[in-house]
């Protein structure tokens, strides 16, 4: 299973490609015995997280995500306390032990949905402070956010639009809502990089304008050929996204190593967290 940010080579030889959503409710129904994950390390555990029984391979195990590593589980526990009874959405760009301490998780295709869901008008959103800025913006609740970013997005500024828009004046854009908030209010839509492809596949616009990281232009490209993609920052690059190689793969393989296995106590609670998102959407 590979990421939409997942080099064009490695994309092109999973069985399936997908955004962070997708690739969990695919790890939960997968019939395999054995994943082998082309991410970074949480996605990786969440299909740990889902499916304990199976062995969970991850090529590269230095493979993160900086924005995941700006919330521990310890301070989490402390900002609960000082906010007591206020439900926590964590974005599965998250540790296990993060989503161990949170009520439900979402991603960027289901924020919205799942913080609407909740009864509470108040609510605690780690670690993405600009996916939190972003559901805020879209519905009328009150959310206290941590102060995580993702790097590679908040790279994104509104001028770098603001030059391509003049540059291609009939062309839509479509922003990630990791994207600062003064970035996604420019774009014509704010979806998951799945939604954008699906974006892309129904508008009958012929250029789009993309706001998000560099791998994506692969899928869009292969999977709407008729449709001319312009990357609004092209040197917008995950490196953890791309530490992924064939030649890594084939040697996991052999191997059966590096598995990502998530301690026991800690998955069964971060599995509640990620369960209670799946039925949400
Ligand atoms: P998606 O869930 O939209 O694929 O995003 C994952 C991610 O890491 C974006 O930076
Ligand atoms: Fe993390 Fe950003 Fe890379 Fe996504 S693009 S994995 S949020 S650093």
Redesign the pocket.
């Known amino acids: 299973m590979a990421h939409n940010?997942q080099p064009g080579e490695i994309q092109d030889v999973a069985d399936f490609v997908g955004d962070s959503l997708e690739l969990s409710q695919q790890a939960a129904l997968s019939q395999s015995d054995v994943i082998l994950f082309c991410g970074?390390h949480f996605m990786a555990e969440t299909a740990n997280i889902l499916s304990p029984q199976k062995t969970i391979l991850l090529p590269e195990p230095n493979a993160g995500?900086?924005?995941?590593d700006m919330v521990t589980a310890e301070d989490l526990r402390s900002k609960k306390q000082a906010l007591q009874g206020i439900p926590v959405v964590c974005y599965v760009?998250s540790s296990a032990a993060v989503k161990a301490e949170s009520d439900i998780c979402c991603t960027s295709a289901n924020a919205v949905k799942v913080v609407q869901s909740l009864p509470q008008q108040e609510i605690l959103f780690v670690p993405d402070q600009y996916l939190g800025q972003w559901v805020a913006s879209q519905i009328g609740k009150k959310l206290h956010l941590w102060p995580g970013f993702?790097?590679?997005?908040a790279g994104i500024l509104t001028q770098h639009i603001l030059e391509m828009k003049r540059d291609y004046p009939q062309a839509k854009v479509i922003t990630h809502p990791?994207c600062r908030l003064e970035v996604s209010q420019l774009a014509d839509a704010v979806p998951s990089t799945s939604g954008m492809l699906r974006y892309a596949k129904q508008t009958d616009t012929k250029q789009i304008i993309v706001g998000t990281?560099s791998g994506i232009i692969h899928r869009l490209q292969k999977e709407a050929p008729d449709k001319e993609f312009i990357p609004i920052k092209p040197q917008a690059r995950?490196p953890?996204?791309k530490v992924t190689t064939l030649d890594k793969i084939l040697r996991c393989l052999e191997d059966m190593q590096p598995q990502v296995i998530v301690p026991e106590d800690i998955r069964v609670r971060a599995y509640a967290a990620v369960e209670r998102m799946l039925q949400v959407v």
């Open positions: 940010y970074v995500c900086p924005m995941a760009n993702c790097p590679v997005h990791e990281e995950c953890d996204m």
